[in-house]
């Protein structure tokens, strides 16, 4: 018999996140929910329980290097390897003042948000590649946005958050390459505009549909697509 596979997402315990963990759940994965605040992970793991999800929690602040090195350990000695990474969490920063206007940008915003939405997933793929590396067809999912595209110039000017997925991006193609003679597949997924706590509910599509694109991303072929960018409907322009 096949074994179960492990996933582990950050960022699970609400929103896109956690429509991740309860895809990945219902496709047969067990579920490793990353979350920072304990009730609230308590919380998600609970309710994804409750909908047939094996599922379990594990503390993780992306922004500690002591969190995330203790998340590995948890991991390891819960499920001693892992088959997914999905690197969701993120925040949108400040708005306030002009703080993402590129004319009155403040750095200190900049260095809040690429802590988690970049750095974090540096650290967080760094602890948990070991793990990943005893895995028969490991994938990591970077949650990106098409904000992030130098190209599109869609959303609204928000410096410091579309600057962090551009970064986010530009980590995903190297990790790809890094990871290029391995079996280990490293993308980017778009979402789309979803209606979450981030958005203020104003985005179009439900988590669910938030979720699709990464949770193909986490369940690629091993002759799957490395170092790309995607939403729902295929590859989207750097
Ligand atoms: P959300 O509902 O605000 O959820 C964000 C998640 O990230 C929460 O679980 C939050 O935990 C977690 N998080 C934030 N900082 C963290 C940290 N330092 N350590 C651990 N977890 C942390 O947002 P969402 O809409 O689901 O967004 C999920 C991802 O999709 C983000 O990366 C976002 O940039 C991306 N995205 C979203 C949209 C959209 O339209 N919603 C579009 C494009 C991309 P807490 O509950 O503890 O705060």
């Known amino acids: 018999m096949e074994q179960q596979k492990i996933a582990l997402v950050t960022g699970a315990n609400k929103g896109i996140g956690y429509a991740i963990a309860h895809g990945l759940g219902q496709e047969g994965f067990r579920v490793a929910v990353g ?11 609970q ?31 819960e499920a001693g390897r892992l088959d997914v990474l999905v690197n969701n969490a993120g925040i949108s920063g400040s708005l306030a003042d002009g703080a993402q206007d590129p004319t009155t940008l403040d750095l200190d915003v900049v260095r809040t948000v690429l802590d988690t939405n970049a750095f974090g997933a540096v650290r967080v793929t760094n602890a948990m590649l070991p793990l990943l590396e005893g895995a028969d067809s490991p994938r990591i999912v970077n949650m990106s946005s098409d ?21 986010l991006n530009a980590l995903t193609v190297h990790y790809a390459r890094r990871l290029a003679d391995t079996n280990v597949i490293v993308n980017s997924a778009c979402p789309g505009y979803v209606a979450t706590d981030f958005t203020g509910h104003d985005g179009p599509r439900t988590p669910d549909q938030g979720a699709v694109v990464a949770i193909r991303l986490a369940t690629l ?17 750097w």
Do not use: C, I, Q, W
């Not at 979350?35 to 793991?45: F, G, I, M, P, T």
């Not at 999800?53 to 500690?64: H, I, N, P, R, W």
């Not at 904000?147 to 970064?167: D, I, Q, V």
């Open 35 to 45: 979350a920072r605040d304990d009730a609230r992970r308590d919380a998600a793991v």
């Open 221 to 237: 072929p091993d002759d799957g697509p490395r170092g790309g960018f995607f939403n729902e409907a295929g590859p989207l322009p």
């Open 47 to 77: 309710k994804l329980r409750a909908d047939g999800v094996d599922a379990f929690g594990v503390a993780l602040d992306v922004t500690s290097d002591e969190s995330v090195a203790a998340a590995a350990r948890a991991v390891a000695s």
């Open 147 to 167: 904000m992030g595209s130098l190209e599109l110039h869609t959303g609204p000017l928000l410096a410091a958050y579309a600057a962090s997925k551009t970064m």
